[in-house]
C-alpha cells in the first residue's frame, strides 16, 4: 500500500475521520487511477470533486475547444481560456487545486482505436461523454477489461446515475439496447444540474475506490431535478446482451481455446 505523507495527512485529515474510511481508504484513493471521460460540466465537476479526495491519477479525455456557451457550468475553466482546448485548462486547475496528485490531459474524443489502451489503465472509468457513440466504446472497453464504470448522463432537467461492474451488474447495453439519438447541442443545461449529478458521480468512483458505503450496483438512479425527486430502479440484465451477454463469454473462450 502507498503511504501516505505528512501534507497528505493533514489535507484529508477531515475525510479520515469518517467512521469506516480511515487512512486505509486514503490509501487506496492515492494508489488509484479513475479516467474521466467528456471533461464538461458534468465530467470537469467530478475530476474536481476525486482531486480534491485524493485520487492519485487523472486521466482526462477530451476533444475539442471551449465555448463561451460552456462556461455557465464548467467550473475549471476561466473566461480567457475560451476558444483553447478545454482538457489542458482542467489539468492546469486541478493541478493548481492539488499538486499532490497527477492529471494527465488527452486532447482526443473516445475512439475504437484509444479506448483500449485507456480503460486498460484505468482502476475506474467514469462515462461523461456527450455522446452514445463514445459512451458505448467505453462501455464494451469495460466490460472487456473487467473495469468498473460509473455512468452518468443528463438531460435538461433529468438525470440517471448507475454504476455497472462487468460480470456483476448489467451494462449500458442492457439498460440502453436502443440508443437515444442525443444532439449535444439540443437540449439546455444548468450548471447546478450537471453540477449535482457530477458530485454522486464522484461519489460513486470513490466508494467504489475506497471501499466505503454502497454504490449503486444493479440500481439506476434517476432525478427529476426540478422536482427533486428521485428513484431507484432495477434494471434489467439481459443474459443475451450483444456486449456483456453470456453467448460474448463463451465465444471468447472458443475463440481462446482455438488459437
Not at 447495453?173 to 442525443?182: D, G, T, Y
Amino acid at each position: 500500500m502507498i503511504n501516505l505523507t505528512p501534507t497528505e495527512l493533514e489535507r484529508y485529515r477531515r475525510q479520515i475521520m469518517l467512521p469506516g474510511f480511515g487512512e486505509a481508504a486514503q490509501q487506496r484513493l492515492k494508489a488509484s487511477t479513475v479516467l474521466v471521460t467528456g471533461v464538461g460540466g458534468l465530467g470537469g465537476t467530478a475530476a474536481l470533486y476525486l482531486a480534491v479526495a485524493g485520487v492519485g491519477r487523472l486521466i482526462l479525455v477530451r476533444g475539442g475547444e471551449l465555448r463561451l456557451d460552456d462556461m455557465n457550468r464548467q467550473v475549471l475553466m476561466t473566461d480567457d481560456w475560451v476558444n483553447k482546448p478545454r482538457v489542458f485548462k482542467a489539468k492546469e486547475t486541478l493541478e493548481a487545486i492539488n499538486p499532490d496528485i497527477q492529471v494527465e490531459a488527452i486532447c482526443e474524443y473516445i475512439n475504437s482505436e484509444n479506448v483500449d489502451q485507456l480503460v486498460r489503465v484505468a482502476d475506474v472509468a467514469l462515462d461523461c461523454a456527450h455522446n452514445f457513440d463514445e459512451r458505448n466504446l467505453l462501455n464494451a472497453a469495460c466490460v472487456r477489461w473487467k473495469i468498473p464504470m460509473v455512468e452518468a448522463a443528463m438531460n435538461d432537467m433529468e438525470a440517471y446515475l448507475t454504476t455497472i461492474v462487468p460480470g456483476q451488474t448489467p451494462c449500458l447495453s442492457c439498460i440502453f439496447p436502443e440508443k437515444p439519438n442525443w444532439d449535444r447541442r439540443g437540449f439546455g443545461v444548468l450548471g447546478a444540474v450537471s453540477g449535482t449529478l457530477a458530485c454522486l458521480t464522484a461519489l460513486e468512483a470513490i466508494k467504489l475506490i475506497a471501499g466505503v458505503g454502497e454504490p449503486l450496483l444493479s440500481q439506476l438512479l434517476t432525478m427529476d431535478l426540478g422536482r427533486l425527486e428521485f428513484a431507484k430502479r432495477r434494471p434489467y440484465h439481459d443474459p443475451d446482451c450483444p456486449v456483456c451477454g453470456k453467448q460474448v463469454e463463451v465465444a471468447k473462450s472458443l475463440l481462446a481455446t482455438a488459437g
